[in-house]
């Protein structure tokens, strides 16, 4: 997240970065239950928040990338206030 915001990677891999964290992001948050996999899709959430609180200050720069944050439901709802941030970048 602080390599975006401080604009140390920029053209492909930018558009790379900005890929793994949309990604991220769509996992379930869900707490980890036995399976190893809900596990490591926790922790890959818990990344891309980590990340998009980051650089949020430059989400305006990209509108599109933007509404596909706001539209994930699982982060609708448990996470409402960061997605009225969005929205209003």
Known sequence: GKLIQHQLVSSITLGIALR???E???KPPG???TGIQSNN???MFRFG???LQEFKGR???WPQY???IVNIQHLKEGYAALVRE???A
Request: glycine letters at 8%.
């Open 24 to 26: 991220a992001l769509r």
């Open 31 to 33: 707490p980890p239950s």
């Open 49 to 51: 928040i980590f990340a």
């Open 66 to 68: 933007c509404s596909h």
């Open 20 to 22: 793994y964290v949309l």
């Open 41 to 43: 899709s926790g922790k």
């Open 59 to 61: 989400l305006h720069e």
């Open 86 to 88: 969005v929205e209003g």
